[in-house]
């Protein structure tokens, strides 16, 4: 043995929920930590399978399909550690996480910052190691979050914030609504060449998350609105579609 850290393969996949939910899986295949588990049961399955030890849970906010399966998971694992939004109130013991704060999982080596990103709710916050973003229901593929308890001001400010990210920032939204989204922006801009194009690449696609900010600045019409007047007839929009 030399004091040489070998460099860790981290993998981040997909674990399906509910009709259309994604928990995302991050692990190195000895260690690994859950976003936003809904349902635990899935979770579970995923984590005897691949023989992962869960060491923490992270949520991005506190809407049912996301924190669902937390209590089961936390006793079934009750070592873990789990990170909530400072905002928001949660019936299960967590450690609250305010815009700028950092946290380390040393079972895998890594670092994310925290983003709030206000709008789909008021707690919102997004987990960001640098090269990925986890951004739960804010920016979707080829759209944006449903605004619940925030306001239109604040998600517009937040999809500002996440498309100030660097362009190679891979997007991991936690629903797969992409091929509606195409559908909704294709029925505004019908000839765009950049929506049709990825309107054929997906469409042979079952999983199309994740997807990268670079692709999202070029297509997704919410990153695309010039001021707040008009993101919020597009969200209007996007509501009645
Ligand atoms: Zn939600």
């Known amino acids: 043995m030399t004091g040489y850290k070998e460099k ?15 928990i995302w899986l991050i692990h190195n295949d000895q260690n690994c930590i859950v ?15 691949k023989s992962l030890s869960l060491a923490a849970i992270l949520i991005t906010h506190h809407h049912a399909d996301h924190i669902g399966g937390v ?17 928001d109130k949660y019936d299960f013991v967590n450690i609250s996480l305010k815009n700028g704060d ?9 670092n994310y910052k925290i983003i709030e990103i206000p709008g789909h709710t008021q707690g919102h916050i997004a987990y960001y190691d640098m090269k990925n973003l986890f951004c739960g229901d804010t920016l979707f593929a080829c759209g944006c979050g449903r605004i619940f308890d925030g306001t239109h001001e604040q998600m517009y400010n937040s999809l500002k914030k996440i498309s100030a990210l660097p362009k190679e920032t891979k997007v991991y939204c936690a629903h797969e609504y992409t091929k509606k989204n195409i559908a909704f922006a294709l029925s505004l801009k019908p000839h765009d060449m950049n929506l049709k194009l990825r309107s054929e690449f997906t469409s042979k696609l079952k999983i199309t998350v994740p997807s990268s900010l670079d692709e999202e600045l070029r297509t997704n019409p919410f990153l695309n609105c010039d001021s707040l007047e008009t993101f919020k007839k597009l969200r209007d929009l996007k509501d009645q579609y």
């Open 8 to 22: 860790q393969f981290i993998k981040i996949e997909p674990i399906e929920a509910f009709q259309d939910n994604y």
């Open 71 to 87: 209590s089961q998971l936390h006793k079934k694992y009750p070592d873990i550690t789990i990170y909530a939004p400072e905002k």
């Open 102 to 110: 950092e946290i380390n999982i040393p079972e895998l080596q890594i």
């Open 35 to 49: 976003i936003d588990p809904g349902d635990a049961n899935p979770v579970i399955e995923v984590l005897k399978r």
